[in-house]
């Protein structure tokens, strides 16, 4: 299994290189614990925080992060999560669940570019790890 989280990293960071890029790869179990973690060098330090957020919170609320965004805005059924997550959980776009071979359901981060690159990386980590 490791091996194929190896491998969705491998594919987000020669998507982010092929773009110019550098980010953070993060991948969390579904209950939110880090099992994998990458930072291209380069990569904005914050990012570090942004991508465990996005993995995390695509694994265990089982959706893509960006589909949050406007549930999170002043008004949003989900306002203030981030805040009442402990800063866990987050409405940015860049983070999705995905499932192994094995069956098991893990969230992936990337952060490092802007929202639309992000996910633009992570939609093409994954679709290739489906692919294969």
């Given at each position: ?119 633009e990386i992570m ?10």
């Open positions: 299994m490791f091996e194929e989280l190896k491998t969705i990293a491998a594919h987000a960071e020669a998507e982010a290189a092929e773009r110019g890029l550098a980010v953070v790869v993060s991948i969390v179990d579904v209950h939110g614990n880090p099992a994998l973690l990458h930072r291209m060098t380069g990569a904005p330090m914050h990012s570090l925080e942004m991508a465990f957020r996005k993995a995390y919170t695509a694994a265990t609320f089982a959706v893509a992060t960006e589909e949050l965004t406007k549930k999170v805005e002043p008004g949003g059924p989900l306002f203030g999560l981030a805040v009442n997550s402990g800063s866990k959980l987050i409405g940015f776009g860049g983070g999705a669940p995905f499932v192994v071979s094995s069956g098991e359901r893990f969230g992936l981060g990337i952060s490092g570019g802007t929202t639309e690159e992000d996910i939609r093409s980590a994954i679709a290739k790890h489906n692919a294969a």
